[in-house]
C-alpha cells in the first residue's frame, strides 16, 4: 500500500511538468513561431523558439520572422540562417529540401542534406567542383548535363558559404 | 481362423525384430535431430544479435527520420488537405522488405490491405506499388493483376534518401492516373510491437482544391509541384525508416522466441535420449544375465 502512495505522488510534478509543457505548446501557437529544422539524418530544431530564419530558396532569398504570412517555398543549395532567441547566430548549409509556413506560425524546414557549415572541408569542396564540371562537358545526354550542372550548382555555393 | 493366423504370424515376427532394432535406431535418430536442433539454435540466435545490432542503428537513425516525416506531414495537415474518396482509382503504395524471418510483419501489411478492399468494394479499382518482395510474394497469388511495379533488393542496408526518390520518381512518371495514394507501412512502437499505418499521399489536384490553401501566399505551380515532389520523398523516406526499424524488432523477438523454443527442444530430445540410452543398456544388460542364467 506505502509503495502505492508513493508510486502516485511521484507521478504528480511529471504530469504537472507535461501540463505545463502542453500549457507552453498552446501559447506558442499564438505568439512565437514553432520552428522545426531537420534532414533525414539530424534534427537541429524541434518545435524551437528562434528570433528569425534566413532561408535560401528559389523564389529568392527570405528572412521569417514571427507571424509570416502562411507560404510554401523549394530550398535551393544554400546558408540556412538561424537567429536564436538569445542572439546566437548558426548557419546550415542546405541542399535542396523545402520550407512551409503555417498560418498557426509553425515552420518547417527539410532538406535533404543539412550541414553546420564547420563540418564542411574546403579542399573536398574544390576538388568536388572541378571534377562536377569535368562531369558537365563529358555529359552526352540532356538529363546527364542537367544532373552535372545541378552538382556545380551546388558545390559553387558550398564555396560561397565558405567565403 | 487359420488363414489368419498364417497372415498373422509373419506379420509379427518382423514386428518383434523392429521392435528390436528401433531402440538403437531411435536412439541414433535422436541424435541427429539432437544435433540439428543445436545447429539450429546457434544460427537462431546469431541472427537475433545480427538482427539486434541493425535494430539499434535502425532505431537511432528513426529518431531524426521521425522528426522530419512529422514535419513533411505537417503542411498537408495543417492546410487540411483532403482526399476524395468518392474516387474510384486508388493507388497504395505497399511497404515491405526482401528479408523473412521477422515474424508478422509482412503479412500484417497484406492482411491490412486484404481487409481495406473488401471494405471497399469492387466499385475502386485499387492499384499496387510494391516495396520488397515478401509482400510481392503474397500479393501476387491473388492480386497479379493489380500489381503496377515492384521493387527488390530492398531491405539487407538500411533505407536512404536515394531509395525513396527512387520510389517517389516512379510514382511521379506513371502512366496509371490515380485520383487517390495511400502508403502503407508498419509503424514502429516498441521492441515488442508496431501498428500497420496507412499514411495518405496527395497529387497536386487535390493539394489546389483544399480549403485553406487559399491562406498560402504566393503559390504558383512550379512551387507547388517541386514542393509536392520533395514531400513525396520525404514521406517515403519516412515509411522506409519505420518500417525497418520495425522489421528489424520484429525478427529479433522472433529469433529471441525461435532460440528459447529450441533450447526448449534441447531439453525434451536429451531427456528422451538418456532415457532411452538407459533402456537399451537395461535391456542388453538382461539379455547377457538372462543368457548366462540359461547356461
Do not use: W
Request: glycine letters at 4%.
Amino acid at each position: 500500500m506505502a509503495s502505492l502512495v508513493s508510486s502516485k505522488v511521484s507521478r504528480v510534478p511529471l504530469l504537472f511538468k507535461s501540463c505545463s509543457r502542453l500549457m507552453a505548446a498552446v501559447q506558442r501557437n499564438y505568439a512565437d513561431m514553432a520552428f522545426t529544422f531537420a534532414s533525414p539524418y539530424d534534427v537541429y530544431y524541434k518545435d524551437a523558439k528562434v528570433k528569425q530564419i534566413d532561408v535560401p530558396t528559389f523564389s529568392g532569398n527570405f528572412g521569417i520572422l514571427p507571424n509570416h504570412v502562411p507560404t510554401l517555398a523549394v530550398l535551393k543549395p544554400g546558408v540556412v540562417n538561424v537567429f536564436e532567441e538569445d542572439g546566437t547566430n548558426k548557419k546550415f548549409f542546405v541542399s535542396s529540401g523545402s520550407v512551409t509556413i503555417n498560418d498557426d506560425s509553425s515552420i518547417q524546414v527539410l532538406a535533404e542534406e543539412a550541414h553546420p557549415l564547420d563540418r564542411l572541408d574546403a579542399a573536398a569542396i574544390r576538388e568536388g567542383l572541378s571534377k562536377a564540371h569535368q562531369e558537365v562537358s563529358s555529359a552526352s545526354t540532356e538529363a546527364a548535363k542537367a544532373e552535372a550542372q545541378i552538382a556545380v550548382e551546388c558545390f559553387e555555393a558550398l564555396q560561397k558559404a565558405l567565403e | 481362423m487359420e488363414v489368419i493366423l498364417s497372415r498373422a504370424a509373419p506379420l509379427l515376427v518382423p514386428q518383434c525384430g523392429q521392435a528390436q532394432v528401433r531402440g538403437m535406431a531411435t536412439l541414433k535418430e535422436i541424435r541427429l535431430r539432437l544435433k540439428s536442433v543445436t545447429n539450429i539454435q546457434k544460427i537462431t540466435k546469431s541472427m537475433k544479435m545480427v538482427s539486434a545490432a541493425k535494430y539499434a542503428k535502425a532505431e537511432r537513425e528513426l529518431k531524426p527520420a521521425r522528426q522530419y516525416g512529422h514535419g513533411a506531414k505537417a503542411f498537408y495537415q495543417k492546410a487540411e488537405i483532403a482526399q476524395d474518396k468518392t474516387k474510384p482509382n486508388h493507388l497504395v503504395v505497399v511497404m515491405s522488405s526482401d528479408r523473412g524471418l521477422c515474424g508478422g510483419i509482412h503479412s500484417s501489411i497484406v492482411k491490412h490491405i486484404r481487409a481495406k478492399l473488401e471494405e471497399e468494394g469492387s466499385a475502386v479499382d485499387t492499384k499496387f506499388i510494391i516495396i520488397g518482395d515478401k509482400a510481392k510474394g503474397i500479393l501476387q497469388r491473388t492480386l497479379a493483376q493489380n500489381v503496377l511495379i515492384s521493387f527488390n533488393d530492398y531491405g539487407k542496408r538500411p533505407p536512404t534518401f536515394s531509395d525513396a526518390a527512387l520510389v517517389a520518381n516512379t510514382l511521379l512518371n506513371l502512366d496509371y492516373k490515380y485520383d487517390r495514394a495511400t502508403l502503407i507501412f508498419n509503424t514502429f512502437k516498441s521492441v515488442i510491437s508496431y501498428i500497420t499505418t496507412e499514411l495518405p499521399l496527395y497529387n497536386p489536384d487535390a493539394i489546389q482544391s483544399a480549403q485553406k490553401i487559399h491562406l498560402y501566399d504566393s503559390l504558383d505551380d512550379d512551387v507547388l509541384k517541386s514542393y509536392n515532389e520533395f514531400s513525396l520523398a520525404s514521406l517515403v523516406l519516412f515509411a522506409m525508416k519505420e518500417g525497418a526499424c520495425s522489421e528489424q524488432s520484429s525478427r529479433m523477438t522472433a529469433m529471441d522466441a525461435a532460440s528459447k523454443n529450441a533450447g526448449e527442444m534441447i531439453g525434451k530430445l536429451t531427456l528422451t535420449f538418456n532415457r532411452t540410452r538407459q533402456a537399451v543398456i537395461t535391456r542388453e544388460l538382461i539379455e547377457i544375465i538372462s543368457g548366462a542364467a540359461a547356461l
